[in-house]
């Protein structure tokens, strides 16, 4: 290459590396380095319908809406239009689609099409990068009585979650709630009342984000505005019920109370050992003013709580079992209370091992003497709610000698002494469930087969068999029907998983204590 040839090249490099300094950025680096939308991104959350606009770096912006045809208009000042934004796929609910465009030379226009007004909420988003959020609000759907009732119940839907306030005027009486974030897409409504404590229901958009009712009512009444517990977009509008009787009668084998009221009786009852009493709370509801001076006895008592609840108090007897019903309409409730199955029967639990005395351990650390001990726990408190006795020969990690256990349980008498175990093998494929008595009591091979049977149904194991032997001590020295319940081998991989977990425990102690309960209703009958 000749000297003019290498010069005509160089200059014509230098040139077009100027070009390239002086030429404007491309797409793709102005979204890199500029200020960028770069995309929309539709979002639900709690409910609401709502999108992201995207944004890198500085901007401003306003928002307006517009009718014929109805849309929401966003301008973004000082942003420029990434050239991959995609606008499909964001259609939903009363949002027909959504627009993107370059409105000015400083200014990209977001117009969000709207098969009616709707209010919104427009706040800037934090983070890297950052933008808009825009949460569209949810629609009032429909407003109406759940029932013609003594005690009205109206309703409130919305497309989405709901919060509210309310309010009460007199004169004329109103009951005022305003609820926010919604939108009425209809014209101002009045809705009928049901000619017994609301005369009509006016429902307005009070301003851009809140719906009003008034309620106009024909007296002061008690009552309670909730959202649905099983629908987070449903307000409930509730007059309390009262409660307007309280009975106690005394049966032979124990009781019955009933509890009339003049609306719906909910309420969860909660049993407290410490004090011996039922409790059930019944929220939302208040006591009439005749009950107010007459409802303490020493078997009940009925008390008002704040701000409007009853919390009823009745006292269960020991070895005395209840049980809580309701009528259809939930306007009344019954507890019954009678003698407990098992009331005056001894029962005797001793959990195998304890203390240096671990028995087997399972490859992953199970330790028998543990297991044993939350298994009889267990049990002990279904056969107490079943009205027995119950003691245990260790209540904790000690250790007992066999002829203590046997010395226990004859110093106590009880009718039934069942001593818990779990087995153990060198091959660890022998699973299932054993059961051992003494082969001459007749009284123990019944007890070990109703245990059996009864857990079987419950835990669908594999069973071994009733086994019997003369040599082991508790079976042979103890003065009442005894057995020793294998629950299963903590050597057998698949059956020390089971022993693990408190279901199957739990499977097991309801097994023992309903077979417990079988053999102990056939022996005294």
Known sequence: MNRSANRKRMVFIFAFSMLLLLSPLTGAEKEINGNTLLKVVHTTEKGKLSYNLIISG?????????????????????????????????????????????????????????????????????????????EFNTILKDVGFRSASVAPEIYVDTTGPVQYKTDFLMNPHRLIIDVWDVTLTSPALTIPGNDDWVKTIRVSQFDPQTIRLVLDIKEPRNCVVTVDESNPGRLLIKTIPEVVAASWTQTADGGQLVIKGTGTLAGEPFYDPKTGKLYITIPHTKLSTELEAAAAGEVFQL?????????????????????????????????????APLFGMVVLLDPGHGGADSGAISSRGLREKDLNLAVAVRLKHKLEALGAEVLLTREDDRYLWLYDRVAIANRVGGAVFLSIHANNH??????????????EREGSAALASALSTAVLARTNQYFRGIMSSKHLVLPREAEMPTVIFEMGFISNQEEEKLLRTEDFQDKIAEGLSQGLLTYLENSSS
């Open 303 to 339: 008390t008002a709580k704040s701000p409007s609840a009853v919390q009823v108090e009745l006292a269960i007897p020991q070895g005395c079992q209840y049980l809580v019903r309701w009528t259809q309409d939930r306007k009344e409730l019954t507890v019954q209370v009678q003698n």
């Open 426 to 439: 060198g091959n660890r494929q022998i699973h299932g469930l054993e059961v051992w008595h003494h082969p």
């Open 58 to 134: 500085d901007f401003t912006y306003r928002a307006f809406l517009l009718e014929q045809p109805e849309r929401l208009v966003i301008d973004l000042t000082g942003v420029d239009l990434a050239a991959s934004l995609s606008t499909a796929g964001l259609a939903d609910g009363p949002i027909k689609g959504v627009r993107v465009s370059r409105f000015e030379q400083n200014i990209v226009r977001v117009v969000f099409d709207l098969e009616y007004l709707i209010g919104y909420k427009l706040e800037r988003s934090s983070g890297a990068p950052g933008g808009l959020r825009l």
